[in-house]
């Protein structure tokens, strides 16, 4: 049973959640170049050495905004015993999309700048952030070759590789398009003419 948190402690996490949400909302307004520490402070009510508290830079702020767990949607997809692997693939593509557009497009293009230089995750340090991706992927092709729906052959690696630089190509076209291309509501056309026919000669019957 986790220990229930002392009242210091959940003031702090408000005081953090405040930092963050404003920065979100800074963010969708302005973009990150026009918005400053003060700035942000001003809107979350808090001093600027709280900022400092819980951040050392700007950046860290959209660091911790863009903690999306694409690890639990794996483990959730693995759940869903209901469903053939194409549909658990397609509801993984379309929801990994769908999480970075809620995040704002301004989110999505700073936390793309601050992933080009791959940095630890701060729970896990020994993966960069896109290591930590494609081991969640990973995750749900080795459940499926467990329980019997791929063939032991295989290639988990490369397929993981193909279907992550397929997501993050639409998750950068969507920035370049200024939004015009939207990468979720193309994922089902990627699966019924791009991977169902790629993963046809390793399905089980």
Same mark, same amino acid.
């Given at each position: ?13 408000? !005081? ?11 963010? /969708? ?5 026009? +918005? /400053?520490? /003060?700035?942000?402070?001003?809107? &979350? ?7 400092? !508290? ?10 911790? @905004? ?9 483990? !959730? ?25 809620? &995040?704002?497009?301004? !989110? ?41 729906? @791929? ?21 950068? +076209? ?20 791009? @991977?169902?026919? &790629? ?7």
């Amino acid at each position: 049973m986790s220990e229930k948190l002392t009242k210091r402690q959940q003031d702090a996490l408000e !005081t953090k959640k405040k930092i963050v949400n404003a920065a979100k909302k800074l963010l /969708s307004q302005k973009g990150f170049d026009e +918005i /400053s520490i /003060s700035e942000i402070t001003k809107e &979350a009510k808090v001093s600027t050495g709280s900022f400092y !508290t819980y951040f050392k830079k700007k950046e860290d702020v959209i660091s911790e @905004l863009n903690k999306l767990d694409f690890y639990i949607l794996a483990q !959730t997809v693995i759940k869903m015993k209901d469903k053939t692997l194409i549909e658990r693939l397609e509801y993984y593509c379309e929801n990994f999309l769908l999480a970075i557009e809620r &995040a704002g497009i301004e !989110t999505c293009r700073q936390w793309t700048r601050n992933n080009i230089k791959p940095l630890p995750m701060p729970e896990e340090p020994q993966f960069t952030k896109y290591q930590y991706d494609n081991k969640a992927l990973y995750s749900v092709f080795a459940d499926a070759v467990k329980h019997g729906e @791929l063939s032991e052959y295989f290639p988990i690696e490369d397929f993981t590789v193909q279907i992550n630089a397929h997501l993050y190509g639409l998750m950068t +076209i969507w920035c370049m398009s200024d939004s015009k291309v939207i990468g979720s509501g193309r994922i089902k056309s990627y699966i019924s003419d791009f @991977l169902t026919p &790629a993963l046809t000669t390793y399905l089980k019957k």
